[in-house]
């Protein structure tokens, strides 16, 4: 049994030492470029469509921002008017405490990656994918409780009594008389294909030999 834990860790040793290949180091260099320029654009969109709105009202969801469509962000005051006739509290950039660090983070992350392309192993790879999905994940998971939030804290004084509800994060759902689109938008597929470059550059060198 001793044999086989220390042969593991022998071979888990070699894999964590192997050196990145120009190639990885490349697939690394994009994977920073496109995380970068994943911040100047929206992450998230949600579309309210209802009789009397047949144009809709859009809401973009930015890593550090909350913008509404229309002139001059018009939807989103649009939909806080309606939020207040059913007990919704107004959508506003305070509520989302994340916004505030995140753009730090994906900076950290874009620092982590750079630091893999110039010490070059195997290991800051890993290091650099495990910190980025725990990232990515704990970023979703906030988000949807937000979300939940929302929908659930309805004031029941409001004009119009609804069922408590959480607003979709993917599909289409029936919200009283509208209905919500939900979808990720460019800078969510952006950082999807920042995740798959980082195991490309894993999976480029995973046949170099540690040093």
């Known amino acids: 049994m001793f044999q086989k834990v220390a042969g593991l860790l022998r071979r888990e040793f070699r894999f964590l030492h192997k050196p990145l290949n120009l190639g990885s180091r490349l697939f690394l260099l994009a994977a920073a470029i496109t995380i970068a320029v994943s911040l100047f654009y929206p992450l998230w969109k949600l579309h309210l469509v209802a009789p009397q709105y047949s144009d809709g009202l859009d809401l973009y969801i930015s890593s550090y921002k909350i913008e509404g469509g229309g002139f001059n962000g018009q939807h ?34 874009i620092l982590m990656t750079l630091r893999s392309i110039v010490f070059g192993e195997m290991s800051n790879v890993v290091d650099l994918f495990a910190v980025y999905v725990y990232f990515g994940a704990f970023s979703i998971g906030s988000f949807w409780y937000r979300l939940y939030q929302y929908g659930h804290d309805l004031n029941p004084h409001a004009p119009m009594h609804i069922k408590p509800f959480t607003p979709l994060l993917i599909g289409v759902k029936q919200i009283a008389n509208f209905r919500e689109y939900s979808f990720p938008q460019t800078g969510a597929y952006l950082l999807c294909g920042s995740v798959v470059l980082i195991v490309l550059a894993g999976l480029w060198s995973r046949k170099e030999k540690a040093a």
């Open 76 to 109: 989103l005051v649009e939909i806080n008017n309606l939020n207040h006739y059913i007990g919704m509290k107004p959508i506003q950039e305070a509520d989302f405490l994340e916004m505030r660090w995140m753009p730090f983070v994906f900076g950290l992350i």
